[in-house]
C-alpha cells in the first residue's frame, strides 16, 4: 500500500499551489482521508480532514479560508488546494488515510512519504 504526495514546491506569499496524493495497492473509497504537515523543529500537525463520501470536511484554525481539501474516489486520490500561502505554511505535507469514514484529526494508519512546501517572503 502506498500514498504518493506531489505538488509540493517554492511559492511566494500569495500564492497558490495543490497538492496530489494517489493510493496505490488498495482504494480508501471508504474511509477518510487527511492532509498533515511538520515545519522544522516542529511537530507534525493537522491541516485537514474530508469524509469517505467527500460530503464533509475539517480544517485546521490556521488554514481555513485559504485551503480546500477534495477527493476523487474514481481516481483513489485527495488533493489539497492552498491559496493566499503564507512563510509560516512552510513544511513537508503529508497525505494520510483513516481506518475511520468520518472525518478526523488523529485516526489515520496509513502515510504517504511528504512534499516539501516553501512559501517565500
Known amino acids: 500500500v502506498q500514498l504518493q504526495a506531489s505538488g509540493g514546491g517554492l511559492v511566494q506569499a500569495g500564492g497558490s499551489l495543490r497538492l496530489s496524493c494517489a493510493a496505490s495497492g488498495r482504494t480508501f473509497t471508504s474511509n477518510a482521508l487527511g492532509w498533515f504537515r511538520q515545519a522544522p523543529g516542529k511537530e507534525r500537525e493537522f491541516v485537514a480532514s474530508i469524509s469517505w463520501t467527500g460530503g464533509s470536511t475539517l480544517y485546521a484554525d490556521s488554514v481555513k479560508g485559504r485551503f480546500t481539501i477534495s477527493r476523487d474516489n474514481a481516481k483513489n486520490t485527495v488533493y489539497l488546494q492552498m491559496n493566499n500561502l503564507k512563510p509560516e505554511d512552510t513544511a513537508v505535507y503529508y497525505c494520510?488515510?483513516?481506518?475511520?469514514?468520518?472525518?478526523?484529526?488523529?485516526?489515520?494508519?496509513?502515510w504517504g512519504q511528504g512534499t516539501q512546501v516553501t512559501v517565500s517572503s
Open positions: 494520510a488515510a483513516s481506518f475511520l469514514s468520518v472525518v478526523t484529526t488523529k485516526s489515520y494508519d496509513y
